[in-house]
């Protein structure tokens, strides 16, 4: 059973930043695509950022040049660092792959 352990959420103020992580328990960690996901309350859950086993990596246009996924395949473990920060990217922030999700970590961006 994969496992995906989320960690690095918290309280920050508007312009701040924060660095999420999140751990794998998954053989061949490098085969797949991860992806940080985001759902606001009240809102749908929305895909931020995906890298591919390749490293090239897509945004959603709201976090464009403000957050940075990356992965570390030794360390089985995938990131999103967010700077700039905005109140609008409050949200419960997942680390997905397929149908493998975490248990989410809490960003909240006070003004």
């Known amino acids: 059973q994969v496992q995906l352990v989320e960690s690095g959420g918290g309280l920050v103020q508007a312009g701040g930043s924060l660095r999420l992580s999140c751990e794998a328990s998954?053989?061949?960690?490098?085969?797949?695509?991860w992806n940080w996901y985001r759902q606001a309350p009240g809102k749908q859950r929305e895909l931020v950022a995906t890298i591919v086993p390749g490293g090239t990596t897509n945004y959603a246009d709201s976090v464009k040049g403000r957050f940075t996924i990356s992965r570390d395949n030794a360390k089985k473990s995938v990131y999103l660092q967010m700077n700039s920060l905005k109140p609008e990217d409050t949200a419960v922030y997942y680390c997905n792959r397929r149908g493998d999700w975490g248990q989410g970590t809490q960003v909240t961006v006070s003004s």
């Open positions: 998954i053989n061949n960690f490098s085969w797949y695509v």
